[in-house]
């Protein structure tokens, strides 16, 4: 059954809060079966729980207070605490039966069994009908979990527990069965057992969290348990709960590569980008992350589309010390999938504060001519100029993308940049040079000319030459006189 829950407020077991109160619950069989709806109340004043349970058909309602023993058989009441009591009503086609026992201290119990407003005999038709009805109580409540769990698991352990839990429809009762097993003395290598038997069964991604969240200290105690509580998120639906369960599962310690491989499974299951990048994020906290895993990382942000979140993990991953040219290459080409001119540029200026190899700097230079903004190319290109040694044909291709800028402006900027840089060379001076013949502007090409003026001077005759050539397209005599005099 999936329960679908709308209001809430605490209801404790024997010390274990279970589920928030009060609650409606609809439940939706599968195809062909009736639907029903579920109430769950309880009275925090004498301690009263009272479920109801209707499908159109019949109602079943089901009232307890006090601690109520069972026989092993489930089939009886044992004894009851002497506040206790338990009524159970159940109506099919308008014929109603119910039992009423209650405590009358000092160990003993009334038992009262009706059909309809008449009241039966208790044997043997009241007893009868309990018999036949208990059972169906104690698997779709938590009447006399404790106490049953105990039973189970001292007659056959963890694997008996399981195989009654294994009976429920109820996720609520199954969480409730399966928190209450964990605090039975269960072996750490039973951990597993318990998460993959518990997630097989669940529908609910809310009682499956709050499961796995209670526990998380123990599963973290055993490598095979910590590998089950990762992979049981894959299992789950909703983004939401699979990185609130990885999230805290990562804050109790680190991940083994395996286990980390599974987290990033799961994340390039999820829809939602933000959620992608929480767990990609918490993942690059830790401090045991191989380069490798680090660029597996780097490679599962090609799920995300909203460039946002991708650049806030490609930034966060690239803080990573040591990393390697092979985890720099896959952040080129991760940045090759995002749109945004400002998140590239973002992301280009981080990388680019890192040596790159010869192979990451040609793959760069074929992000350049994605760059629409001629601002947002600026910021690239001085970057790039500041920080890398460009080879010639690196320059070159460089110097193309540029020839692709419209405004003057950021085309003196990155001229003047290049100009500057430590590893020019006079075959880049000479391919700057001629740069200026595509500008437009006398003011802009005069800027560059004379701010280059003291390499050319002291330059070669080539130089010299093309820095005249270039002073050839200023059409105005002023600037071009003020270019001439500037090598002079």
């Known amino acids: 059954m999936t329960f679908s829950f709308v209001t809430r407020i605490a209801v404790t077991l024997a010390g274990l809060t279970l589920l928030t109160q009060p609650l409606i619950a609809q439940t939706t069989a599968s195809a062909g079966t009736k639907s029903s709806s579920v109430t769950i109340n309880s009275d925090s004043r004498d301690n009263t729980q009272r479920w109801k349970t209707s499908n159109g058909f019949d109602n079943f ?126 072996q750490a290598k039973d951990y597993a057992v318990i998460i993959n038997r518990y997630a097989d069964k669940t529908d609910s991604d809310h009682y499956m969290t709050e499961f796995l969240k209670n526990h998380t200290t123990k599963f973290l105690q055993n490598a095979e348990a910590t590998t089950a509580l990762f992979s049981a998120t894959r299992k789950m639906d909703s983004d939401h709960y699979k990185t609130v369960v990885i999230k805290e599962a990562l804050r109790g310690q680190m991940a083994s590569i395996q286990n980390v491989k599974i987290i990033l499974q799961a994340a390039s299951q999820m829809e939602s980008d933000y959620y992608v990048a929480e767990v990609l994020t918490s993942l690059l906290k830790q401090n045991n992350l191989t380069d490798a895993i680090v660029s597996e990382i780097i490679t599962t942000t ?68 994605s760059i629409e903004s001629d601002h ?55 391919k700057i040079l001629e740069m200026t013949s595509g500008m437009d502007s006398d003011h802009y090409v005069t800027e560059v000319l004379t701010y280059a003026a003291p390499k050319v001077r002291s330059g070669s005759a080539s130089v010299q030459s093309a820095y005249r050539t270039a002073a050839k397209n200023i059409s105005s005599e002023t600037y071009y006189g003020r270019a001439l005099r500037a090598i002079e």
């Open 61 to 186: 309602n089901v009232e307890y207070r006090g601690k109520i023993e069972i026989t092993d058989d489930d089939k009886d009441i044992k004894s009851m605490s002497d506040d206790g009591y338990l009524e159970i009503s159940k109506t099919v086609f308008g014929s109603r039966r119910s039992i009423e026992i209650e405590s009358l201290g000092t160990g003993k119990i009334s038992r009262e069994y009706f059909e309809g407003r008449t009241k039966v005999a208790w044997d043997p038709a009241g007893k009868n009908w309990l018999a036949e009805i208990l059972p169906e109580v104690v698997r779709t409540t938590t009447l006399c979990a404790e106490s049953r769990i105990a039973r189970f698991f001292r007659q056959g352990g963890t694997n008996s527990v399981l195989n009654e839990i294994d009976k429920m429809e109820s996720d609520y009762v199954r969480s409730a069965y399966a928190n209450l097993l964990m605090r039975q003395p269960v």
């Open 302 to 369: 090609n799920s995300i589309e909203s460039d946002h979140y991708k650049t806030v993990v490609l930034t966060e991953a690239m803080e990573k010390p040591g990393l390697s040219s092979t985890s720099y290459n896959r952040v080129v080409d991760a940045v090759k999938t995002i749109e945004s001119d400002h998140y590239i540029t973002v992301v280009l200026s981080d990388l680019l504060e890192n040596k790159l190899t010869d192979e990451g700097l040609n793959t760069l230079l074929t992000i350049f001519p």
């Open 376 to 430: 947002y190319k600026t910021e690239v290109f001085t970057s790039l100029l500041k920080r890398q040694d460009l080879k010639e044909e690196q320059f070159d291709k460089l110097m193309e993308a540029f020839d692709r800028m419209d405004s003057d402006h950021y085309k003196t900027v990155v001229l003047q940049q290049a100009i500057g840089s430590s590893n020019i060379t006079e075959a880049k001076l000479i």
